[in-house]
């Protein structure tokens, strides 16, 4: 009966496939196409982690590949320019807009613009060439700008053997710039380069919080020709807001608050904090522990900077609150430490946790019952709902979410790496550590699966609150199996409260130094089916202490480590901007950032912000499209029209 079933899918599966190719020659081509496909060397992948709202820094990260951009201008014209030149072509390339406007000052007759866009646009079309070699003409037409395929095609595919066409191409380009095209034309080209020299993006986690314009890097990465998000504990935790979960709103604005980024609530988001505000004004004055961080470009006035310190202290007690309930109905999420306004002694201003009994400082408890301190006001539960309420209403973040959810995975498998923000829980001894969840154990691959499909199931049903599912999204931001936080303990609370640091710090999972052994990865690898020998592990989450000697390619190259720090917050303990990995067909390499100080010094200068590269692997044997994700998925299309050839047009 079963098989019965499954041949009357497959006939019902190949009658439909059949509409798209009526004739047998149709099938043919397509056949011949895919096969074809499959010989071409693997596109370049790009990976970038941790962005953490700084939209300047990726873009310029994003517009020159990682160095891949000027790379190819190196390749094609270090006979012909000097590496003045080179700066200021791939600058071009970079931000063609600008740039364009900085060269043509620079000119004072027509005659030298003209001969200038002249040059430029033959050195354009070669570079176009040269980036989309390993491109079918159908992927690079759909990359081209739609207003100048024709143009450009003729210039690419020229061929002038017996001389006959020259005062042709000639004539094409000197129109192009007699009515006024030439800008839109090199722009045009600009931005098809930079789509070329990468086939496709990841973005190993955390585009949320610490930086100022999170909301910029969204719309960038939704306008992408190809990209995939693994998510961060950041992204989790605005997705979670979203999905209903009033803890994880109280985090995002509590951490907003204390970046001093509250104007991407309010301005890019639109939701309003005036309730939030009015209860801060209401219940809290000034304290040094809730001072916004400060930031080299930061010009708060001191009645700003007061306003937003109680509204940090008006929502970090409202958390504390919130997560006590999740605590008390799931025993087995182990956090009853976490109680901490049940834990205060407030009369002595103590508090005693994991053993410890620590004396308290610039405290606020002036809404805290100390006879039932999880206890919301009317006014703060009111606040969280009204602010919940305007969450879900702002039509630019249910696009944003929508778009994490559509394109994200808690990790991925792809190209034999697996890509993974956080990590892989794990025990003293390298065992994958278990978790119960409603009476079923899981660890591992297991439970990252378990993760991810209670994560889908909040955000899907968005009106309950305070199911698991909704519960388990927070603890994927805070708990200690999380496969995002990848610590034991949060310890929030004490760092606003006790100056005693000892208290401050959080134990990180076993993973975190047994990521440096090799046999250790290639157990994991092999956890989630990936071939241990060939396969890498990309983690994000982490900042990469360079500064202190501490390498991001561990166990001999199987573990690729690629927060370096974007975002500003971490660059003085890091010591660079960031790192990013480049996957091409001759194998890995990663690019070291220095800081990014602004798209004019790129203009005027030409700086790519660019420290290092370092070979992480090299392949033996370049990898073709029939070696990847989608070379199997282009595989399985080749069977299935063969299988229609037969079943059609052969019978």
């Not at 990726?58 to 006979?79: C, M, P, T, W, Y």
């Not at 395929?149 to 002038?160: A, G, N, Q, R, T």
């Not at 979670?240 to 104007?263: F, P």
């Not at 166990?555 to 660079?576: C, L, P």
Request: with cysteine; net charge negative; hydrophobic share 35%.
């Amino acid at each position: 009966m079963a098989m019965s079933y499954e041949k009357n899918l497959k006939k019902n599966y190949l009658d439909l496939l059949a509409r798209n190719f009526d004739r047998e020659e149709k099938v043919a081509t397509e056949i011949i196409n895919l096969e074809s496909i499959l010989d071409l060397p693997k596109g370049t992948e790009h990976f970038v982690s941790d962005l953490h709202g700084e939209h300047h820094a990726f873009q310029h990260v994003l517009r020159n590949g990682s160095g891949n951009v000027r790379e190819k201008i190196k390749d094609i014209f270090k006979a012909s320019m000097t590496e003045k030149e080179i700066s200021q072509f791939a600058a071009l390339v970079y931000y063609p807009e600008d740039k364009l406007q900085v060269i043509k000052n620079q000119f004072e007759s027509k005659e030298e613009l003209d001969g200038w866009y002249v040059t430029t646009i033959h050195q354009m079309i070669d570079l176009i060439a040269y980036a989309s070699s390993k491109y079918t003409r159908s992927k690079l037409r759909k990359a081209l700008p739609e207003q100048f395929v024709f143009i450009i095609e003729e210039l690419l595919y020229k061929s002038d053997e017996y001389s006959n066409k020259k005062p042709y191409y000639e004539k094409l380009v000197q129109q192009i710039i007699d009515l006024g095209q030439a800008d839109k034309l090199l722009i045009g080209l600009s931005y098809t380069t930079q789509r070329l020299v990468v086939n496709h993006l990841h973005v190993v986690g955390d585009i949320y919080d610490r930086g100022p314009e999170p909301d910029k890097i969204m719309e960038t990465l939704i306008n992408y020709h190809s990209v995939d998000i693994q998510w961060g504990n950041h992204d989790v935790l605005w997705a979670g807001a979203y999905a209903g979960s009033k803890v994880c709103l109280a985090n995002i604005l509590r951490i907003c608050a204390r970046y001093d980024n509250l104007n991407i609530i309010e301005d890019a988001y639109g939701i309003n904090l005036r309730p939030l505000v009015n209860l801060a004004e209401k219940y809290y004055g000034d304290n040094p522990a809730f001072h916004p961080k400060k930031t080299a470009d930061s010009n708060l006035s001191e009645q700003e900077k007061t306003q937003i310190t109680k509204i940090h202290q008006a929502i970090s007690i409202i958390q504390f609150k919130l997560e006590a309930p999740i605590i008390k109905r799931r025993p087995y999420f182990d956090m009853d430490e976490r109680l901490v306004l049940e834990k205060v002694d407030y009369d002595t201003q103590e508090i005693t946790v994991y053993g410890h009994t620590y004396q308290l400082e610039n405290t606020c408890f002036s809404t805290v019952d100390r006879n039932d301190p999880d206890r919301l006001l009317e006014e703060e539960a009111e606040v969280i709902n009204k602010l919940l309420l305007s969450v879900q209403q702002s039509e630019k973040l249910k696009r944003h979410m929508n778009f994490m959810m559509k394109e994200g995975s808690l990790y991925l498998k792809y190209n034999g790496n697996l890509l993974i923000h956080g990590c892989i829980p794990v025990d003293e001894n390298g065992d994958m550590e278990e978790m119960e969840i409603e009476g079923q154990k899981y660890g591992g691959r297991e439970l990252l699966d378990q993760f991810e499909m209670y994560f889908r199931q909040a955000f899907a049903d968005k009106e309950t609150t305070d199911d698991l599912a909704t519960d388990l999204v927070w603890y994927l931001w805070t708990g200690k199996y999380s496969s995002l936080f990848g610590k034991r303990a949060m310890t929030t609370f004490e760092r606003y409260f006790i100056k005693d640091k000892a208290s401050h710090k959080e134990e990180k999972n076993p993973y975190y130094h047994l990521r440096e052994d090799v046999d250790m990865c290639r157990k994991m690898l092999t956890e989630f089916d990936l071939d241990p020998e060939q396969g890498h592990i990309i983690n994000g989450h982490t900042p990469v202490k360079e500064r202190d000697g501490e390498n991001p390619i561990k166990a001999d190259g199987k573990m690729i480590v690629i927060d370096g720090g974007f975002s500003k917050a971490y660059q003085s303990t890091t010591g660079i901007a960031g790192y990013t990995l480049l996957y091409n067909s001759y194998g890995m390499q990663l690019v070291a950032h220095q800081h990014f100080n602004s798209k004019e010094k790129v203009l005027h200068n030409g700086a790519d912000a660019l420290s290092a590269r370092r070979i992480v692997d090299k392949e033996l044997k370049r990898k073709k499209v029939r070696d990847t994700n989608i070379g199997e998925q282009l595989q399985e299309e080749i069977v299935l029209l063969k299988e229609l050839m037969s079943y059609r047009y052969m019978n």
